[in-house]
C-alpha cells in the first residue's frame, strides 16, 4: 500500500537497476507502472492485487513495449487482477516469449487465455487457481516443458474426472501437481489418480487437500512406487494418519493429524483463507494443553490473521488459538515484539466485528494476559 503515482517516481531515472520488483497492492495507474519499470531489465514481477485502475492486459503491454523485458522476464505474478476493462480484449501473454513462471490466480481467465499461455515456448510453471477455465486441454501444447501446475479450486471445470486424468497423464515431465479444493466438491479425481500406477512417475509434491475419498493405503501405496516424493498436501482429506504420512519423516505433509502437518498446513496455505481456517480449526483441538510456548507455531497463527483480516471463521479460529498459545505462564516465553504483532491484530479483529460476542470474548481473553498487559506497549 506504500507504492503509489507519487512513490513509485523514484524508480522512474536510471539510477536504479531493477531486476525483481513486488509492488503488491500498489495504488499505481497504468501510466506510472509503464514509466517507473518498463525500462528496467526485468526478469522477476509480482503484482498481486495493485488496484483495479491497472489490468493485466496494461501491465503486459507496457513489459512488451520493451524487447530486452520480452524475451528475458522469467517469473510473472498477476493473481487477484483484471484481465482487461475492454470486451472484446487482445490476448496479450504470448508476447513474453522468455516467461518460465506465471501465476494468474483469482481472475476472470479464459480456456481461450489458457491457450494463449500453453504457446509460451519455455513455460515450466502455472498455477491457474480459481479461475474461470473450464478446459484445460489447452495445457497439451506445453506438455514437453511444463514441470509445475497448480489447480487449486477450478470451480467452473466442466471435464469428466477420466477427461481431466487424460490430460494430466501426458503431462509426463511434472514435478509438481496440486488440485486441491476448498471441499466444495464431490469429485473423485485424487482417489482416481492415486490408483495410478503408470503416470506422474517424477512427481517430488502432490497436493489434493480438500479432496473426498482419499485413504491413508492409497496415498501410501501413490509414493511407495515414487520414492522421490517430498510433499503431499492431506489437510480436510481423511488421510494423514498413519506413521508414514505423520509429516515428521522424509516426506512433509499438510493436515490436520498432528502439529507438524497443521504447522506445514498454516504455511504452504497462508493465502487460502479456508485451508488456513481449517488448519487453525485442528490447531485449537490440538492446543488445550500446551506446556510449553511455541513462538513458532503463533508467527504462524499471525500470518493467518495479517492475510485474512475480514474473514470472520479465520479470526474467530485464530482468536481461539491465540488464547490456547498464550495463556497462564506460555506468554513469558514469547518474545514481546510478537506479542505486539498478536495484540494488534486482535484489536483489529475486534474492531472488524463489534457486534460478534463469541469473536469479542475470545480476544478479550487473550488481551487480559499479565504478560501483554504489563509488558506489551499498545493504546490502552
Not at 483480516?309 to 488459538?321: D, E, G, K, R
Request: net charge positive.
Amino acid at each position: 500500500g506504500r507504492l503509489n503515482e507519487v512513490t513509485v517516481g523514484i524508480f522512474r531515472g536510471s539510477q536504479l537497476r531493477l531486476k525483481r520488483a513486488c509492488i503488491r497492492r500498489a495504488k499505481i495507474s497504468a501510466v506510472a507502472f509503464r514509466k517507473a519499470f518498463c525500462h528496467h531489465k526485468l526478469v522477476e514481477l509480482d503484482a498481486t492485487g495493485v488496484n483495479a485502475d491497472i489490468t493485466i492486459t496494461d501491465i503486459i503491454s507496457g513489459l512488451s513495449s520493451s524487447k530486452w523485458i520480452r524475451d528475458n522476464l522469467q517469473c510473472l505474478i498477476l493473481n487477484s487482477l483484471t484481465l482487461s476493462l475492454e470486451d472484446p480484449y487482445e490476448r496479450c501473454f504470448s508476447r513474453l516469449c522468455g516467461l518460465r513462471v506465471l501465476s494468474i490466480t483469482n481472475v476472470l481467465f479464459y480456456n481461450e487465455d489458457l491457450s494463449d499461455v500453453a504457446s509460451l515456448p519455455r513455460l515450466e510453471s502455472l498455477d491457474i487457481s480459481n479461475t474461470s477455465v473450464t478446459d484445460i486441454t489447452p495445457l497439451l501444447s506445453c506438455k514437453d516443458r511444463l514441470k509445475s501446475l497448480t489447480m487449486h479450486h477450478l470451480k467452473c471445470l466442466k471435464m469428466s474426472t477420466t477427461q481431466i486424468l487424460e490430460v494430466v497423464r501426458e503431462l509426463q515431465h511434472l514435478n509438481h501437481l496440486d488440485i486441491s479444493d476448498d471441499k466444495q466438491f464431490t469429485s473423485d479425481i485424487a482417489c482416481r489418480l492415486l490408483e495410478h500406477k503408470e503416470i506422474l512417475l517424477r512427481l517430488v509434491s502432490l497436493d489434493i487437500s480438500g479432496r473426498k475419498h482419499v485413504t491413508d493405503k492409497a496415498v501410501e501405496g501413490f509414493i511407495l512406487q515414487r520414492p522421490q516424493i517430498q510433499f503431499v498436501g492431506l489437510l480436510a482429506t481423511e488421510a494423514g494418519y498413519s506413521e508414514l504420512l505423520s509429516g515428521d519423516g522424509a516426506v512433509k505433509v499438510s493436515g490436520e493429524a498432528n502439529q507438524t502437518q497443521i504447522a506445514e498446513a498454516l504455511r504452504r496455505y497462508s493465502e487460502r483463507s479456508f485451508f488456513v481456517r481449517e488448519a487453525l480449526f485442528h490447531l485449537f483441538s490440538l492446543t488445550h494443553a500446551m506446556d510449553r510456548a511455541s513462538p513458532e507455531m503463533l508467527k504462524l497463527v499471525v500470518i493467518g490473521m495479517r492475510n485474512h483480516p475480514t474473514n470472520l471463521p479465520v479470526q474467530l479460529a485464530a482468536s481461539a488459538c491465540v488464547f490456547n498459545l498464550t495463556k497462564q505462564d506460555l506468554a513469558a516465553g514469547m518474545p514481546v515484539r510478537l506479542l505486539a504483532d498478536v495484540t494488534h491484530l486482535l484489536l483489529e479483529a475486534m474492531k472488524n466485528f463489534p457486534n460478534h460476542q463469541q469473536l469479542q470474548k475470545n480476544c478479550l481473553l487473550s488481551l487480559c494476559s499479565d504478560r501483554i498487559l504489563q509488558d506489551v506497549p499498545f493504546n490502552r
